[in-house]
Nanobody, 126 residues
């Protein structure tokens, strides 16, 4: 059974930092494309940060433009855990954050992933 469990969300002031974690079990995360998504009430669940499978080579992470320079996605293979380091957060980063995995080398920019976590809420106040 595959499970993805996010943690680390909470309330933070604008300009602050948070680190989200996604503990993976049942699959080896380095063999999968891993991604972070976020969703606001009434909105779509959108991909924001992608980390290709290590089988695809040493690809750099990919981000939506509004996150470049502020958020960093990484993977700890020893812990089978995905992270999202969020720096200089803004009120518009307020959302439910989800991690996801898909059995591909190269991460797609769509929501058709195989496995999902339950989400962790991030709220940024101004």
């Amino acid at each position: 059974r595959v499970t993805l469990v996010e943690s680390g969300g909470g309330s933070v002031q604008s300009g602050g930092s948070l680190r989200l974690s996604c503990e993976v079990s049942g699959i080896i995360s380095r063999d999968y494309c891993m991604a972070w998504f976020r969703q606001v009430p009434g909105g779509e669940r959108d991909p924001i940060a992608l980390l290709d499978s290590e089988g695809h080579g040493d690809d750099p992470p990919r981000y939506i433009d509004s996150l470049k320079g502020r958020f960093t996605v990484s993977r700890d293979n020893a812990k089978n855990t995905l992270y999202l380091q969020m720096n200089n957060v803004k009120p518009e980063d307020t959302a439910m954050y989800y991690c996801a995995a898909i059995d591909r080398y190269y991460c797609p920019w769509h929501s058709g992933y195989d496995y999902w976590g339950q989400g962790t809420q991030v709220t940024v106040s101004s």
